[in-house]
């Protein structure tokens, strides 16, 4: 078992920035891949980002160039620095964890066992 609690989350204007923090307990040396998913009201949760134990990412287009995907180990915490917001943007974050790597690929978010609670981001105009 993994435990995820996210943090960070917040009410900014569009073009500001934010960075979401995700501490994972538990059996932490299983989590060969990390993400960050989002879910807007009335929408599909989505990919934001995805980060394998080797450091190797993948983003969804709508977010690349804006945000940055990281991690230290050492702290077990997962990070997305989310930079240039917009209001669309705005949504419940949640972090997610499973063993096998994605090698570079963003996964769906089906096949993530592990979630954190989530953390609200309002991005205004």
């Known amino acids: 078992q993994v435990q995820l609690v996210e943090s960070g989350g917040g009410s900014v204007q569009a073009g500001g920035s934010l960075r979401l923090s995700c501490v994972a307990s538990g059996y932490t040396y299983s989590a060969n891949c990390m993400g960050w998913f989002r879910q807007a009201p009335g929408k599909e949760r989505e990919g934001v980002a995805s980060i394998d134990s080797d450091g190797s990412t993948a983003y969804a287009d709508s977010v690349k160039g804006r945000f940055t995907i990281s991690q230290d180990n050492s702290k077990n915490t997962l990070y997305l620095q989310m930079n240039s917001l917009k209001p669309e943007d705005t949504a419940m974050y949640y972090c997610?964890?499973?063993?096998?790597?994605?090698?570079?690929?963003?996964?769906?978010?089906?096949?993530?066992?592990?979630w954190g609670q989530g953390t609200q981001v309002t991005v205004s105009s």
């Open positions: 997610a964890a499973k063993r096998e790597r994605s090698w570079g690929y963003l996964p769906r978010p089906q096949v993530f066992p592990y």
